[in-house]
């Protein structure tokens, strides 16, 4: 049988009063691996550090199936590596298992022949623990400007298919707010897809999540969303932390004020906000929304 006559066309009214599915994402990352943690905490220390990754992911795992939606776990190989049984439950599950790279290190803090290890050696681990393929990767804190845009090279040639590594907004520690807004090819066979903004009195606002989906009241993210979908036609990429969850996390000792209030602000109101957007909007995996493809 032909797929034209197993999957028939909508007409294209019809099509269009579809809801857009978004692309809900999830950074696996522990609350001592933010890069604003960095200065005081040593790569070094973190095997010392209560892991709390484990218990988070089964929280978020639980938030996803009672809404039965899927999502792409952008995973750091350290954690695949001394967890695999998050990342095994994670693809269990049904949903895609991405990288964010091996050590959480900032693509513009390192050489070209760093970053290829470290984004080499986090899919070879994590496609082992997995057993499946890994086709997208996001840098730490959306490290790729303007200044090191070699990085896209390096991550097709790392065998990457996507990349979401690009937040097109102003921020003090990151952002490329000329940067194109919705999925484009940023080199032959490599898809860019940044995280969602709302255009906006000739500017770019953040829309996809971060610390601003937790600051800012949540009629803001549910508006600036729809009307991405409404108006824009197009699919937001959304993205947040397991730690984002979990207002009961060990303190961070010696931070400064900005620092603490991102990182601490509004916690206890993550979760019940996430199910709130999962019954809001459409979600699933980004290999599904942006490659067209999907469960293997
Ligand atoms: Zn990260």
Redesign the pocket.
């Known amino acids: 049988m032909s797929t034209a006559l197993a999957t028939p066309r909508l007409p294209i009214a019809a099509a269009a009063a579809l809801p857009i599915v978004n692309a809900l994402t999830i ?1 696996v ?1 522990d609350y001592f ?3 604003a943690f960095a200065p005081h905490i040593a790569r070094s220390e973190w095997d010392t550090r209560e892991c709390r990754v484990e218990r988070n992911v089964e929280r978020i795992l639980a938030l996803l199936a009672d809404a039965h939606a899927t999502a792409t776990f952008f995973t ?1 190989g350290w954690i695949a590596e001394r967890y695999p049984g998050v990342v095994r439950r994670i693809g269990d599950a049904g949903h895609e298992i991405a990288s ?1 790279g091996h050590a ?1 290190a900032r693509a513009s803090e390192q050489s070209r022949n760093e970053f290829l290890a470290d984004i080499r050696l986090a899919k070879a681990i994590i496609e082992d623990v997995a057993g499946r393929a890994v086709r997208g990767y ?1 840098a ?2 959306f490290s790729i400007g303007t200044a090191n845009a070699w990085a896209f090279e390096v991550i097709a040639e790392a065998g990457y298919r996507y990349s979401s590594s690009i937040y097109p907004i102003r921020h003090d520690h990151y952002g490329m707010p000329d940067a194109p807004r919705f999925a484009h090819e940023v080199r032959p066979g490599l898809l860019e897809v940044p995280i969602a903004t709302m255009r906006l009195l000739n500017r770019n606002w953040p829309a996809g999540g971060g610390g601003y989906f937790r600051l800012l009241p949540y009629a803001l993210s549910r508006w600036s969303i729809g009307r991405i979908n409404a108006q824009d036609r197009q699919p937001a990429m959304f993205y947040f ?1 397991p730690w984002e969850i979990d207002p009961d996390q060990p303190r961070i000792a010696g931070t400064g004020v900005k620092t603490r209030f991102r990182h601490y602000v509004n916690l206890r109101r993550t979760a019940p906000r996430l199910a709130r957007l999962l019954r809001d909007f459409r979600w699933s995996r980004a290999d599904q929304v942006f490659l067209g493809e999907g469960v293997e």
Do not use: A, T
């Open positions: 950074d990352e691996q933010v890069s750091l964010h959480h996001r730490p804190s932390h």
